[in-house]
Structures are given as C-alpha cells and as structure tokens.
C-alpha cells in the first residue's frame, strides 16, 4: 500500500483526510510563551483572536523530526511505501526535517515531493496521489506522476497589510517598508518555491481586479483543470471574490480556508488564486 503524508499547511478537508487514511504532520506557532501545534490543540477562530489580541506577533516553526517520525513510523510498520507532500523548501524547513526523520529511520520507502507552493499545490498533489493510487499504479510511477504535476500549478496572493509578513522575513524589509508606506498591495507569488512580488497596486478593488486577469490570461495559455481561492479571516469576501471569478471565466471554484501557519504570515485579510493547469 502506498500511505500519503502532507504537513498541516495543506488544509486538506477532514472527510477526505479519514477517507484516505492521510498523515498529517503539524506546523508549530509559538504565541507568547505558549507552543501549539496547528489543528491540534489551536482552532483557526482562536488563533485570529490571539492574533487581534497579541503584541507580539507569533512565530512558527517547522515539525520536529520525532513528529514526523512518529507519523511515518506505522504506515512503515504496515509494509507502506510514503509519499510526503510538503510546503516549499525554500520558505520552509519542513522538507529538511522530514529527510532527518527519513535518515534516522534508515528507510527507503519514503519520497519526498516539494509542492513549490503551499495550501492549494498540497491538496492538489494529494487529490492526485489519491486517484493514482484508487488506479492501482506502483510507487515509483505514482511519485513521478505527482511530482511532474508540480510544473503545472500556477498562484497569486494578495495582502491587506504586509507586517506580518515583513516581521516573517519571507520577502525584504525594503520591500515591504516601501509598499506600507506607500499603502500599495503588492501582487505576490511562489515562483520556483520562493515568494517574489509579481507586481503593485494602489487599491485591494484592483488588486483583485488583477488576480481575475492573472487567471483569464493562465486559462487562456495554458488551460485549467482546478482553480482555488484561498482566505485568511475574510471568508465573505471570499465568497464575493469567487463569484467574480465564475463571471469572468464561468468555472467551478474551490474555496480555502488557511489556517494558523498561513496566517501568521498574511494576516486576516488576503485573497489568494492556485491553479493547476491543464498543460
């Protein structure tokens, strides 16, 4: 059997998780003095309180390598060969974490996919694992599958306020200083797993404006088969944001919800599109 493994950031639903057997490995945040474990002893409504709340922003921090191992650990037990579908390595230490679990396991049963992207990319490469498996396709034809599919996801993010990622350090001070002073809304993106600013606006209403654009121009390039937006604390305008989109491009929508570790990074108020292209 093949178990699928992802960490915490995927957000994946909680029926297709017990319908799939699928391990989860959680993200930590530190808040005040208290460590928590996201999805397991922190709600996404509680952490945004404590977010309102704090004067300190919170911090995260990737698994520990006992918990991953204490994940892979039973599928191994079972005779199960892993794939383990994580957060891109170069804003995350999680990968990292997840080979020293691998090393001290001395297993060989285990692969590794670097989703490049977070929350739509993992539940994406999930959902396809998943059929592959149901297909009956051995382990090594269903790694390289999912693994492929990366170069085929495509996303935007906008923020309403960039302190909380500027204090995160995954884009520069610089950066981020200009665009709080300035109040323009950078249009940001992981491009080869590393987030860069792909362009600035005035307004949130443009900001917006340009995310419809960015996915009207990916549909008509490349053509999509799955389409995401992602939320932090917003899930209203969320709603409002995909039904704009089904005007422009009469497709069907997943809606995201991020948790813990996401927003600790973006804040309350962002809007995020993930594509998975159809070429």
Do not use: C
Not at 11 to 37: A, R, S
Not at 124 to 134: D, F, M, N, R, S
Not at 191 to 215: H, M, P, Q, S
Request: glycine share 6%; no cysteine; charged share 25%.
């Amino acid at each position: 059997m093949i178990k699928i493994v992802v960490d915490s950031t995927g957000y994946l639903d909680d029926q297709f998780v017990k319908e799939n057997d699928i391990g989860i490995v959680p993200i930590k945040v530190l808040i005040g003095d208290i460590d928590y474990k996201e999805n397991e002893n922190l709600s996404v409504s509680d952490f945004y309180k404590l977010l309102a709340e704090t004067t300190v922003l919170p911090k995260t921090s990737q698994p520990s390598v006992q918990d991953f191992i204490d994940v892979y650990s039973p599928a191994l037990e079972k005779g199960d060969s892993i794939i383990s579908i994580h957060i891109s390595e170069k804003v995350s230490g999680t990968i990292n974490t997840a080979r020293m679990a691998i090393n001290a396991l001395k297993s060989n049963a285990i692969k590794i996919i670097d989703s490049k992207s977070t929350i739509f990319s993992i539940r994406y490469l999930a959902e396809h694992t998943v059929k592959l498996i149901k297909d009956s396709l051995d382990f090594e034809s269903v790694f390289k599958s999912t693994e492929k599919l990366v170069e085929r996801f495509h996303d935007r993010f906008i923020l309403n306020d960039l302190k909380y990622l500027i204090a995160s350090g995954r884009v520069s001070k610089a950066e981020g200083l200009i665009g709080s002073l300035l109040n323009i809304k950078p249009i940001l993106s992981f491009t080869d797993g590393v987030i860069k600013v792909n362009g600035v606006t005035r307004t949130w209403k443009k900001a917006k404006e340009l995310l419809i654009k960015f996915i009207e121009k990916t549909k008509n390039t490349y053509g999509i088969e799955k389409l995401a937006v992602m939320y932090g604390n917003n899930l209203e305008e969320a709603k409002e944001f995909a039904r704009d989109i089904k005007q422009a491009i009469k497709f069907e929508i997943d809606l995201i919800e991020a948790g813990v570790a996401i927003g600790n990074y973006a804040g309350p108020q962002w809007l995020g599109v993930g594509i998975q292209a159809s070429s």
